[in-house]
T-cell receptor, first 114, second 113 residues
Framework: GENVEQHPSTLSVQEGDSAVIKCTYS??????FPWYKQELGKRPQLIID?????GEKKDQRIAVTLNKTAKHFSLHITETQPEDSAVYFC?????????????FGQGTRLTINP | DTEVTQTPKHLVMGMTNKKSLKCEQH?????MYWYKQKAKKPPELMFV???????INESVPSRFSPECPNSSLLNLHLHALQPEDSALYLC????????????FGEGSRLTVL
């Protein structure tokens, strides 16, 4: 089945600096790559997603890049703020399953230091 | 209304009890999901319903029994659970299968004694 590896497991950055989280996947047929943010005690929420027909997508301070050849995708957060502190999960569906059967990475706990 | 509402928020039950978790959404979504999340772990898919029919069962033990009475409601019936079943149970919905964004509820935190 699909395997998603996420690194690093924890990340601490100074407020205003950038943060990058990377995920690698095993199934070359994967075509949908969302990122979810889960604040402490809260629900996971989609922050950005990308499909395999594009290489990069931006939404204000957040961007996702996809390298289909190397089978990895990354979340980039610029000008980090305290409210960016949370656990971030990447995800992708196994071959032929579509977005309804997401396999999540193990998560990255991001801490923004003031 | 862009929320998925779950009740109860917290539940403590014994191994011989029968209880139910409830989930409701009024966004007109036709796909609904149950996920299980252990502490410091990612959500794990349990069940998927599409148009009120069970679409995916991820080999979940029969002590967990899902039910989708209508397009807005999703239940998870619990019976004879084990302490290792203690976790946060998240409900989610999406417009349809394969449409991308999952909208999660805040979860029901279950403790099995």
């Amino acid at each position: 089945g699909e395997n998603v590896e996420q690194h690093p497991s924890t990340l601490s950055v100074q407020e205003g600096d950038s943060a990058v989280i990377k995920c690698t996947y095993s199934d070359s047929a994967s075509n949908y790559f969302p990122w979810y943010k889960q604040e402490l005690g809260k629900r996971p929420q989609l922050i950005i997603d990308i499909r395999s027909n594009v290489g990069e997508k931006k939404d204000q301070r957040i961007a996702v890049t996809l390298n289909k050849t190397a089978k990895h995708f990354s979340l980039h957060i610029t000008e980090t703020q305290p409210e960016d502190s949370a656990v971030y999960f990447c995800a992708t569906p196994p071959r032929g399953q579509g977005a309804q059967k997401l396999v999540f990475g193990q998560g990255t706990r991001l801490t923004i230091n003031p | 209304d862009t929320e998925v509402t779950q009740t109860p928020k917290h539940l403590v039950m014994g191994m011989t009890n029968k209880k139910s978790l409830k989930c409701e959404q009024h966004m007109g979504h036709r796909a609904m999901y149950w996920y299980k999340q252990k502490a410091k772990k990612p959500p794990e898919l349990m069940f998927v319903y599409s148009y009120e029919k069970l679409s995916i069962n991820e080999s979940v033990p029969s002590r967990f029994s899902p039910e989708c009475p209508n397009s807005s409601l999703l239940n998870l019936h619990l019976h004879a659970l084990q302490p290792e079943d203690s976790a946060l149970y998240l409900c989610a919905s999406s417009q349809r299968l394969n449409t991308g964004e999952l909208f999660f509820g805040e979860g029901s935190r279950l403790t099995v004694l």
